[in-house]
């Protein structure tokens, strides 16, 4: 199975940047969607964005549009997250995960789609 790992996360202030790195172990060509979702303690995982790498087609929490770009990598396996603008509300652990179907606008951002996901890297909004 194809692991997928984490990394880039950490402490900014609001209004800071961060990017994201999702790297796999093996190849994402059977990976119909990707995507990042976060986690606050007390809370279920949110989806945040999703990619699909065979035609990159995106779709994004309406709470970080505008902000956020997901973006896939074929040559190196990986999957990133920039994030700008952040805000305190942002602080979570962030999840890279992966299904092999497609994602579409109407379905996405349910979790028990995904069938590969990483241990997260904490990101932390605070002044």
């Known amino acids: 199975q194809v692991q997928l790992v984490e990394s880039g996360g950490g402490s900014v202030q609001p209004g800071g940047s961060l990017r994201l790195s999702c790297a796999a172990s093996g190849n994402t060509d059977d990976f119909g969607c990707m995507g990042w979702f976060r986690q606050t303690p007390g809370k279920g995982r949110e989806g945040v964005a999703s990619?699909?790498?065979?035609?990159?087609?995106?779709v994004y929490s309406d709470l970080v549009k505008g902000r956020f770009t997901i973006s896939h990598d074929k040559a190196s396996n990986s999957l990133y997250l920039q994030m700008y603008s952040l805000e305190p509300e942002d602080s979570a652990m962030y999840y890279c995960a992966a299904r092999p179907n497609i994602c579409r606008r109407y379905r996405w951002a349910a979790p028990t789609d995904y069938t590969n996901w990483g241990r997260g890297t904490q990101v932390t909004v605070s002044s």
């Open positions: 990619i699909n790498p065979g035609d990159g087609s995106t």
